[in-house]
């Protein structure tokens, strides 16, 4: 969908990119740019610069680049249109009416409304006095009817279509129905039916209170005990965390990261507001980088049983990329947060916080409790593993208090150990030189380029191509040339990204956008990404002149031709082939 690009241009204006970005990065000065640690990946050096004559960002770390309608696309993880109404909303604008993009919006409307509909239909069925059952089970598990309407937590009654037949009076559609995870289509029949049933439903809510989707856990012993809102027009649930709309406004700095549901609403009701908990799957780098943007700790509080275990260990690494500070809290006694809460209550659980140890103690910890170091080879193997370990922690501050507790542990000289920490430090290095000496490799014969596919095949082509993009970004008035437009058109251009590249170099000129690109709309931001490194790569050479411009562009129109006389004489050489078979009959 074309926005205006006096528009777009307006919004670029009030929203100063430095502004917006200073909002996720501490930026410092850097000549006339700014500089950051990128928040898009883990980085100890700062590679993310913000370039502010032409109001664009680029990280020399992983690639990420672009304006800042791309910027709030990648740190909010949304869509083009929806970070337009976030920079709008910002910046009191309101977006000029498009009908296409009126019927997307009022399809997005209906998503939120429908939903809404749900939940209070949901809500309303839990207190309905015919499924006293249902609201009996969930005030014995301890939660009190303030807390159940606090979360808007409902009932999914036994019925095969109560929901569905209640949104179509609404006037909803069973296809929408069925896209937003709340009913399926009966292949058999066609007829649409409830997908949650049976079920205590806990809704999700986004951060503007919005109801995006719903966890459902089952009244029984049926599986699966959960069942979860797959992704929809309106929610993606590796991009939420549950019950983060009333945890955002804690004021210490620092997040409770439970399991599931029951333990953020047990938690949350006991007084402890920051408790969150990921929804359904695994904990997702986009919701680390969520998360980084609220607290500075995370104390990770999963189950203790060995799923449980596995995914605190994953979570440690995961947060510790982020820069997030992580401490584990160990449940002892119960099987997670909400058995505990109810058992010890919240001055035990209060301790259970302040007692938590930090992410190296816990895996020492975990280290130590598989070996008896009173045995010469499972001491052996228990320094290995903590050796190991420890290699991989950054600070020499951290290590030396560990050393010293090894030390202690074992009776090993502090000295030794150190050695053999260094020895796998190196060993680390050399792997991670390696690695990173392959993937230049990989890079530079174009492979696994994700941005343009065609580059494996035409490498050397690709490379030309974006030399003359790259000095046409960074010099579009050449475009008004006799000499450049005699030659440059988007028949030179064999890759398929480059011509994409070469429209809208066109479309920004012809609408006077020079310097100021609008690029973000028709590119992701890994493409606008690559653009902003074409652009970045000339300015570094001293020689961006016309004449330049020019060879490369009869290069590249050369280079289209002998490829078309190739294609065209491989035609004709495949046709005498035949004649000679027909003549031969």
């Known amino acids: 969908m074309a926005l205006p690009q006096d528009f777009l241009q307006e919004l670029k204006l009030r929203c100063n990119i430095e502004d917006v970005i200073s909002q996720y990065v501490q930026l410092k000065r850097a000549g006339s740019n700014l500089v950051g640690c990128c928040p898009f990946h883990s980085e100890k050096t700062p590679s993310f610069t913000v370039f ?15 304006d800042v309608i791309t910027f709030v696309m990648k740190m909010e993880n949304v869509d083009y249109m929806t970070a337009i109404e976030h920079l709008a909303a910002r910046a009191g604008l309101t977006i000029p009416e498009d009908p296409k993009n009126a019927v997307m919006r009022v399809n997005k409307d209906r998503y939120f409304e ?52 209640y949104l179509m009076s609404k006037g909803y559609e069973k296809e929408e129905i069925k896209n937003n995870f709340l009913a399926g289509i009966s292949s058999k029949t066609g007829r649409a039916f409830d997908y949650f049933r049976n079920r205590i439903m806990f809704p999700i809510f986004d951060l503007s209170g919005r109801v995006i989707a719903f966890g459902g856990r089952i009244i029984g012993d049926e599986k699966p005990k959960y069942l979860n809102s797959s992704d929809t027009y309106v929610f993606k649930k590796s991009r939420n965390l549950y019950a983060l709309n009333h945890a955002k406004n ?36 986009e919701q680390t980088r969520i998360i980084s943007r609220y607290a500075s700790t995370v104390y990770l509080c999963y189950d203790s049983d060995e799923a449980g275990q596995r995914a605190t260990k994953r979570a440690i690494d995961m947060l510790s990329d982020v820069g997030v500070k992580v401490q584990v809290v160990k449940i ?14 919240k001055t035990s659980f209060e301790k259970l916080l302040k007692g938590s140890n930090g992410h190296i103690e816990y895996a020492l910890g975990n280290i130590s409790a598989k070996y008896n170091v009173n045995v010469a080879e499972q001491k052996l193997q228990y320094l290995d593993e903590c050796c190991t370990m420890l290699s991989g922690v950054f600070s020499e501050i951290e290590r030396e208090i560990f050393i010293q507790k090894i030390t ?44 343009n596919a065609d580059s494996a095949k035409n490498l050397a082509t690709v490379k030309k191509e974006e030399n003359l993009l790259g000095l046409l970004l960074l010099r579009p008035e050449y475009l008004d040339l006799a000499s450049i437009k005699e030659i440059v058109s988007e028949d030179i251009f064999r890759c398929e990204f480059s011509k994409k590249v070469w429209r809208e170099i066109v479309k920004n000129k012809e609408a006077e956008n020079e310097g100021k690109s609008t690029f973000g709309e028709e590119f992701t931001p890994e493409e606008m990404g690559r653009i902003i490194q074409m652009r970045l790569n000339r300015e570094k050479l ?23 006389d190739t294609d065209g004489s491989d035609d004709s050489f495949l046709k005498l082939i035949e004649e000679l078979k027909k003549s031969k009959k």
């Open 52 to 66: 502010r004559n032409n109001e664009n960002f680029y990280c020399f770390g992983c690639g990420a680049g672009g």
């Open 114 to 165: 429908m939903n809404k509909l749900a939940a209070r239909f949901f809500y309303d069925s839990l207190i309905d006095p015919k499924n006293d059952d249902a609201l009996k089970y969930i005030t014995s598990r301890g939660i009190t009817l303030q807390t159940i309407k606090r979360f808007g937590i409902g009932y999914a009654d036994t019925s095969w279509d109560s929901l569905t037949g």
């Open 250 to 285: 804690n004021t210490d700095s620092s997040l409770i990261l439970c399991e599931g549901y029951m333990d953020v609403v047990a938690l949350q009701q006991a007084g402890f507001i920051n408790a969150v908990a990921t929804l359904g799957t695994a904990l997702t780098s």
């Open 332 to 345: 002892e006694g119960a099987k997670d947060p909400d058995e505990y809460i109810k058992k010890y209550g």
């Open 408 to 451: 202690e542990k074992t009776g090993i000289s502090a000295d030794i150990i150190r050695h053999e920490i260094k020895k796998r430090q190196k060993r680390n290095f050399e792997k991670n030189r390696r690695d990173a000496i392959k993937e230049d490799i990989n890079k530079s014969i174009g492979y696994g380029d994700r941005v």
């Open 542 to 564: 001293s020689n961006n002149s016309e004449d330049v411009a020019l060879e490369l562009a009869n290069t590249l129109k050369q280079e289209a031709k002998s490829q078309t």
